[in-house]
C-alpha cells in the first residue's frame, strides 16, 4: 500500500489555511530594517538640532570667550579712554573701565577696592596719583609680588590768571596764601580728596604738624574759594573769579588749550609731584590680561602719549631738576588719621 500522499492538481479547489502573516516585532530582519530607519532617522534630527543649537550659541560663546580686562582710573577719562582703545587694538582684549568723579577722586574707588578686597571684580588699578596706591597696598589690596609701580608724573602748583596778577605780584610760597591781600582770592579744591589732600599732607610732613595746622586754620580764616575738583579752581582763576589758585599742572595745561589767560608759578620746595601708579589687584579674575595692561602702562610710547596729551607733565620724575617735596609714604599713613581729622575739622562746615 503506498504511503505517498495524493497530489493536488492546479484543478483541486480544496481550500487551504493561509499562512499566518507575522508582524516586523516577531521577524528579527524587518525588526533590524525598522531599527536601522529610526535610528538613522533620530540621528539625523539630533544632528541638525545640535549644529542649529552651536550655531545660534556661538556669538554668545565667542563674545564670553574673548579676553577682557577689569581696569578701575581715576585718571581722567579725556585722557584714559584714547589709551584703552590702543590697548584694544594692539592686544584684542576687551577693557571694561570704571571711571570716578572728579569731586571725590580717588577716594570713590579706593573705598570700592577696599569694599571688594574679598571678592575682587577689578584686575588693575591705573591711579592718577600715589597716596591712595600706598594705602590700599597697606591693606594688602594688591597682589603680594610687584604690586604697584610708578609712571610719569603731573604736579602740584600754584596758578595765576596774568590779567589779575603779574608774576612779580605773584606769592612765591604757599605760606603767602594767608596773607590778607588774598582773602577771597585763592581757589583750590576740598583737601579731603584727591591730590589736594596729598598735597596737604605732605605740606604736613614738610613743615610739622602744629606749623601744618597753623597755616591750614590761617588759610581757611582768610576766605579760599573752596570747590569740587582742580579743573573747577582753573575754571575759576581763567575766568577772573578768583586770582590764584592750588591745582594740577594738567588742569592748566587744559586751562591754556580753553584760552584762558593762565600761567603756572615755578616749582619750589613746596612742589609735590604725582606719578600715576598702575596695580594689579590680588586674586585678579582676569589676571594674565592684567599683566599685559600693566605692562603696557609702563611703555615709553604710552608716556609720550600721555604727556604729549599733557596728562602727565613728564616721563620720569627724577628728571626734574628743581628740589620738590619728597615724602615718606609710610610715615603718612601712620599719621593719616590724626590728619584726616584735622583737615575735617577746619575745612568741613
Known sequence: MSTEQPIHSQH????????KRRGWRSDYFAACEVSQFWGWLVLVIVAVVTSWFLSALWPLKSARGRAQVVV??????????????DF?????????????????????????LLAEKSHPQCDVFWNNEVFRTHQLEAENVFREQDPFV??????????INTNKLSLAEAPRSL???TNTTWRGKVALAYPLFGTTCTHFLALRQHWGADAWEHWCRALQANQPLLVDGNSVVVRLVGKGEAAIGLTDSDDIAAGQREGYPIVALPMSDETLLIP???????SSPHSGAAQRFFEYLQQPKVLEKLVSASALEGAAPHQVSSQ??????????????????????????
Open 276 to 282: 600715576n601708579t598702575v596695580a594689579v589687584a590680588r
Open 150 to 159: 610708578e609712571v610719569g608724573y603731573r604736579s602740584r602748583r600754584l596758578v
Open 175 to 177: 605760606l603767602e596764601l
Open 12 to 19: 483541486d479547489r480544496t481550500p487551504h489555511a493561509p499562512a
Open 72 to 85: 578701575y582710573t581715576s585718571q581722567d577719562q579725556v585722557y584714559a579712554e584714547p589709551i584703552l582703545k
Open 324 to 349: 620738590t617735596l619728597r615724602p615718606d609714604w609710610n610715615a603718612m599713613l601712620r599719621d593719616l588719621e590724626p590728619a584726616t581729622v584735622k583737615l575735617k575739622e577746619i575745612f568741613l562746615r
Open 88 to 112: 584694544e587694538a594692539e592686544t584684542g582684549i576687551k577693557v571694561r573701565a570704571v571711571f570716578d568723579s572728579e569731586a571725590v577722586k580717588t577716594v570713590g574707588l579706593a573705598n570700592r
